[in-house]
């Protein structure tokens, strides 16, 4: 992170989780009403694992990434939820705290193995730090990755990160691979422990998908049977069972080293892409639909005529407890016909817009305004200069046409929260 952005805070919204979004009951699984309490020390299907094995688990992905996710400017939380019974598992923010929740009914389950809890957990971590593609359709919630990044780079990354030093070739040992499954890994990789982990991961991949299938009542998945399907756009909700075992299967066999990061601004960086001519460990078609590199082409895209909402770091809600530290804000009203510049607002302390997505200035809650010659770029805002006080206060653009006129709505706002 920028030094610029030291001492912003990500604010929690009102919508508590993202992607895996608890709001509508869509978790890493998709909304089910599946509950599984606690019965012993074994699930009550008499399958899952244990309370040892889940807290072991989140043991060695806290010990992995609380050192990794700091560099991304938070601070990893993990809610260790044995008690609940939900078949599911959310990420959400709360301040600069970067949250997994992992439920105990989820760890229950029948289907449910110590590696794909480990895949979840790291699907979750992902949601925070998997890089693009991103969340778009979620108004405040584009700080995170879709659902089918967010299995890439469990599989890609997170898993092997946390792997690497156990004797996988041992475990695999237990295993029944088929032989699509051990043909592919010897042919992605030649050193034994990589070959073991891409098996590992894979047979974990299936594990989770036949869960999923299960919650969904769709048909079987099969590592022989992968999904022909291609999206015109990438699709950023959970696709179908046997897709994201695709996504599992093609993670696992990804030759990029674990220790090269997926891209924040680059889709391509530290993935298996086409761009780079990869032939496999690439992320499926039937959710993932590639882009040519470069940065994000639209993060954060128009709905109708609505500018695009400004972000810092790519969060619409930030906090700050020093008036004199700039806050970068990026403003992009590209892409409406005839936009020439754009006009940024700012509320009085306390107070919303009283006017959302009008054409108009608020002549009843807004504070000031400005103009600039340009359609996108960073507002630096210092707020001991341009703010009254202690206090929360929006930020929404507009685009204009050369003549000031608007040819675009104002966009939701970016909410700023400045005060100890």
């Known amino acids: 992170m920028k030094k610029t952005l030291f001492g912003l805070m990500v604010i929690a919204l009102n919508l508590p989780a993202f992607a ?8 890493y699984f998709p909304k089910n009403k599946m509950w599984i309490p606690p019965f012993s020390t074994k699930s009550i ?56 929740s ?46 089918g990044q967010s299995d890439y780079f ?10 690497r030093d156990e004797d996988n070739e041992s475990f695999v040992k237990s295993l029944r691979v088929p032989a699509t499954v051990t043909n592919e890994c010897e042919e992605q990789f030649s050193n034994a422990n990589e070959i073991a ?56 066999n990804c030759t990029v080293d674990e220790d090269t990061e997926i891209g924040q601004n680059n889709p391509n960086t530290g993935t298996c892409n086409r761009v780079d001519k990869f032939e496999e460990g690439l992320r499926p078609l039937c959710w993932y639909k590639p882009t040519s590199g470069g940065t994000d082409p639209n993060p954060n895209p128009p709905v109708g005529n609505i500018a695009k909402t400004p972000t810092v770091n790519g969060q619409t809600s ?38 959302p997505n009008s054409q108009e200035l608020d002549r009843v809650n807004g504070l000031w ?16 200069r341009q703010l009254p006080g202690w206090g929360t206060y929006q930020v929404r653009v507009i685009g204009l046409d050369r003549n000031k006129k608007p040819v675009s709505r104002n966009s939701n706002p970016l909410t700023i929260r400045l005060g100890r």
């Open 102 to 147: 992992m439920y105990g009914g989820m760890a229950r389950h029948s289907d449910t193995t110590i590696d794909s809890f480990l895949l979840v957990a790291c699907h979750e971590v992902g949601h925070h730090i998997g890089g693009l593609p991103r969340y778009t359709s979620q108004p405040g919630l584009e700080w995170g990755s879709t659902e």
């Open 154 to 163: 469990a599989v890609s990354k997170c898993m092997r990160k946390v792997l």
């Open 318 to 355: 930030v906090q700050s407890q020093n008036p004199n530290q700039i806050i970068p804000i990026m403003t992009d009203v590209s892409g409406f016909p005839g936009v020439a510049m754009i006009a940024i607002e700012v509320s009085k302390p306390n107070q919303t817009f009283s006017n």
């Open 197 to 252: 982990m891409c098996k590992r991961i894979s047979m974990a991949g299936m594990a989770s998908a036949k869960v999923l299938a299960s919650l969904r009542n769709s048909g079987p998945v099969s590592f022989d049977t992968p999904d022909t399907s291609e999206v015109p756009v990438t699709y950023e909700s959970h696709p179908h069972p046997q897709c994201r075992l695709d996504t599992y299967f093609q993670g696992a």
């Open 369 to 384: 305004h400005q103009v600039h010659q340009t359609v996108s770029g960073t507002y630096r805002l210092l707020p001991a």
């Open 20 to 27: 895996c979004i608890q709001g509508n009951g869509d978790g």
């Open 45 to 100: 299907l008499e399958g899952g694992i244990t309370q040892q094995e889940f807290n072991s688990v989140l043991d060695k992905v806290n010990k992995v990434y609380s050192s990794i996710i700091p560099q991304y400017g938070g601070r990893l939380k993990i809610e260790r939820l044995w008690n609940n019974g939900d078949v599911n598992a959310f990420a959400k923010r709360e301040g600069s705290n970067y949250v997994i």
